[in-house]
């Protein structure tokens, strides 16, 4: 009796093994759109159906289970993908596991509710997520100040920042100060500000700045990139001060200002001081700037990823997932920053070789990680004001492009309540 | 270059003559001495170096010495400011208000003091005392306004402003300001009522009150709300023509092109223009795409002033627009099966040029709605003798002319079209040997090797294309360069290479219209050739030509049987295409369409056309779409 029941039992098990089939989608040379993959995938998660991110396995490669459904979106939306058998899939995870590689696999268990925090006005540059989001077909929600005085974040897991300037200096666009969309921007701010009973731009910023430290501290996801990264820092600095000069507040910094510069509420960076010289383009010293002028062109300017311990290091190493190790430069308002000033507690990801600039981070605070990214747009060199945003149909394997959106997967990798 | 050398004896020499003269300047009966010069100078050093606390013991010692000083009081205010010392800069200010016969200057800088201190309300309140101290003065309400502008406070300088007209009875004072501030605080309606009044005073403003107002008008809202204010006005003031093109200019920006024609009729008539505002007015309605409303704008120029000096622009430019129109709507005088469809805008255009012709014979572009009309019959009526006759008329006419040597390479595609392969060569190559380069010299040039491929002298054809695709900026190298493959991959098997030869033939067929006959021959040559490298060429035209002659069914299986039979054909996903097309298209099966194009995209991953395939599926199946 026990023997043909486990003569049945092994024969639904070897059956179910051999139906089983699943879909590996490459994320290295061989595919065709790097940036729609990461879409499949979030679209895979949003049907509820299992994935796994093979990291450092072919570039960090998903692997799904296979519907026709799901082979129709890959080939509609032009994503490269290859059907395996039970036993190729068993034999693929064992490889992918087995000690003698720096590879994992990870669970990828819920597609993460994802808020891009951006002003409803438009304005004339680009915003390097929204781009990847869009391309990628990846859902979002456009948030901003009173959605988060409001307490909007709850309902997000993951929350992005860009070209953003949270010291109030209406990113210190000085020379554009007498162009429509600078006053229009200016005057949605003071009314923004005035109405939420704050006199200065500035101070409700910090309130913004202080609320998503709260949502990172309770387990939310923070990105930023460009202004949006060191900005937020600099705030925090100088919640006790005002950096702010007077043609962007009306009143004059304050005069002790760097002495009172709190560095312990900071995320990322600590000892920088900020550019008080309002019609430098520049916020803090903690941005090395474009590269040296010899460096200064796209075909020699690079940076480096850092490769970590799959199996041990899986934040970063899910963060840094890439087809390819070294990475072309852009330039920002906020390119690198500068290394001195990282805090210890910090993790680089990437970094600018031998110039002491770090490109790309990451770090916890409380129950959440924050990861800061230099540039404005990883496909345009340099990006000026008004230029037209870049078309992502012409850089589907943008490595650039790629860590941001590692970034939308990786809280897809941990399944848990927001506390805030 | 090297800057030049100037000692520090000097550089105090220039400064303490600019000092002394702007102490002079500031307060004639104030009197400096050396020392105070030498602390000032030490001051404002400090200053610069941010020093400030050192900089305001100097200045507080300065200010000590001599009060009546303006230079001191204004640097140690600032130094006050500078360490945000509000209280003390306050009270400096206050010393002043109580030197000063006339404070007002300094009461309106302690409110911003005050607010700048935080204290918002007590600010106010000195603001409104500042105004008290000379409420009948309109340069007070400006002192006030612009302390409060240092601090953004735009709709209290609204409201200070619009108190001030009210107190001096005045309701022309402070216009551009006020307006300035109305769009803002995006208050488009009460700053375009401003503009007005600017206009109703000088209309020659109006260009400049354009740039004030356009770069806010960004929204439909704010578009809405300025027109309703214009058109009140309009209304008011009926013979201003600035508000009248004001009002024209903002319709125009909302692209309420009816409205703005209205507006353009009445200034037109009102200003004897004879037509030459509509005339602008259609070009502009033509170009947004209001193609009715130009219309009848066109229209109105040509019958109310059929002298004018608009007139002869207006009928050509009808005739152009009209032909814009047909090919916006995919128009054509005749189906698939040749039968005459009703008149459309091809035949307006043709109508229209005709009378041009009529009414304007000695107009200087009498030449080009010659050609125009040409080509019409040609391309378009298909009307080949009419067509000849017209575009002849160019040529002897208007020898040595651009238009003539277009005319002249018509003509050749016209004797083409009518089988006299002599004579179109013969136009071609003196058009060729005249010109020898440019656009219309290159296209001779590939009409030249389409007549040697239709003859079957392929050498001779391949030699032209070679020519061609050197210069790859021409729009006609790729097809030179298509044509140079298709001759180098479909020659033989025999010396006479009879299947090119025949597919070529039907090329000319084609081309010339008879697309029956060419069915037949391409039938014929599938089933002799039918293993030749030609047969999925002659396969794709042969779906072509049914798609062409109102066979859809037939199209499609052609279509889809090039795919089962040549799949390795670089024609292979086109017909997919071709085939999915016209079942969505003419047979509205969308299903089946996007079945056939989820074939290119299994069988043909890396066909050029995957993206167009792909953003049909999707357009198909109801995706939105970026």
Redesign the interface.
Known sequence: MMRTVLILFLGVVLTSRVEAQDVLIPMDNSQ?DHLKAYGVTFWALERRMDVDWLLNYRGGSFLVTKTPELE?EL????V?YLALSGSQTASLISTVESDASNTSVVRLEQPPRIAVYAPQQTLPWDDAVLLAL??A?VPYEMIYDDDVLDGALEDFDWVHLHHEDFTGQYGKFFNYRS??WY??QQ?QA?IAARARGF?KVSELKLRVVEIIKQYVGGGGFLFAMCSGADSFDIALAAHAT?IVPEEYD???I??DALSQLDFAQTFAFADFRPIFNAREYEHSDIDSGPPPPQLRNPAVDYFTLFEFSAKYDQVPTMLTQSHVATIKGFIGQTTNFVKKYVKPNVVILAEAPGRGEVRYLNGTFGEGTFTFYGGHDPEDYQHFVGDEPTDL?LHKHSPGYRLILNNILFPAAKKKNQKT | MYPMKISSRTVGYVLGIVFGAFCCSVAPAQEVDSSQVGRFQLAESFMRA?Q?QRAISLLEGLYDDSPETHVFYERLREAY????RYDAAIALVDKKINQETSPTIYVADKARLQF?K?D?ATARLTWQSAINTDPSSSSVYLLVYRSLM???L?DFSIEILEKGREYLGNNSLFQTDLAQLYN??SQHDKATIEYLDLLSVNQNQLNYVRSQMG??L?TPESLEKSITVVQAGVATEPLNRSYREFLAWLLVEDDQFRPALDVYRAIDRLEREEGKMLFAFAGVASDGGAYDVALEAYDEVLRRYPLGPAAPDALRGLGLMQEKWAETLGEAVFDERGQRLPRNHFDEALDTYQRFLIDYPQHPMFPDVLRRIGLLHQDVFYDYTSAYTVLTEVIGRYPQTIVADQAAYDLGRLAVMENRLEDARLEFSRLLTRLRTGDLADLSRYELAMLHFYKGEFDTAQGFTEAMQENTSTDVANDAISMKVMLIENRGPDSLDVPLKSFSRTKLLSRQRQWDTALHQLDDLLAAFGSHPLADDISFDRAELLAKTAEPEKAIAAYLELSLFFPGSFLADRSLFGAATIQYKVLGDNTAAIATF?RI??EY?GSLL??AT?EQ??RLRGDEL?
């Open positions: 065709s129709a080939r509609v939306r032009g490269s869009s391309y077909e162009t429509p006053i229009e005057r003071e006199r005002d009306g009143d004059p304050d005069p149909s | 941010a400030y400011e500078s360490v945000k700048l935080g918002e240092q601090v953004r735009f803002l605080t770069p806010f960004t989820e995209l299994k991953p995957i993206t792909r599926i999707r970026l």
